[in-house]
């Protein structure tokens, strides 16, 4: 089973970015796609982006197209998320997830497997 750990959330104001990491190990990490998936107080956790397991396919959320780029590195282990021109609606805990197949995917119960998630909080 894949074991995920997500670092680089933080406080940041309206307009600022932030980069965010997944740490994987565990089963074989480059065979899979990943996502990044996030989740508000009181809201249900949504779809962000997703990544192939070759990394030349990519997916995205209509809210954060065009400012959030998905990224991965299989000799590191990790996936990123470069968050730019950040808005107060992008504040939520982000989550990492593992697919279950090579292909993008953007449904939370596609996933094997969950980090513990970290705080983004964007002030006006």
């Known amino acids: 089973q894949v074991q995920l750990v997500e670092s680089g959330g933080g406080l940041v104001q309206a307009g600022g970015s932030l980069r965010l990491s997944c740490a994987a190990s565990?089963?074989?990490?480059?065979?899979?796609?990943m996502g990044w998936f996030r989740q508000a107080p009181g809201e249900e956790r949504e779809f962000v982006a997703s990544?192939?397991?070759?990394?030349?396919?990519?997916r995205y959320a209509d809210s954060v197209k065009g400012r959030f780029t998905i990224s991965r590195d299989k000799v590191k282990n990790m996936v990123y998320l470069q968050m730019n021109n950040l808005k107060p609606e992008d504040t939520a805990v982000y989550y990492c997830?593992?697919?279950?197949?090579?292909?993008?995917?953007?449904?939370?119960?596609?996933?094997?497997?969950w980090g513990q998630g970290t705080q983004v909080t964007v002030s006006s």
């Open positions: 565990g089963r074989p990490f480059s065979d899979v796609a």
């Open positions: 997830a593992a697919g279950q197949s090579a292909v993008v995917f953007q449904s939370p119960t596609t996933a094997q497997a």
């Open positions: 990544i192939s397991w070759s990394g030349i396919t990519t």
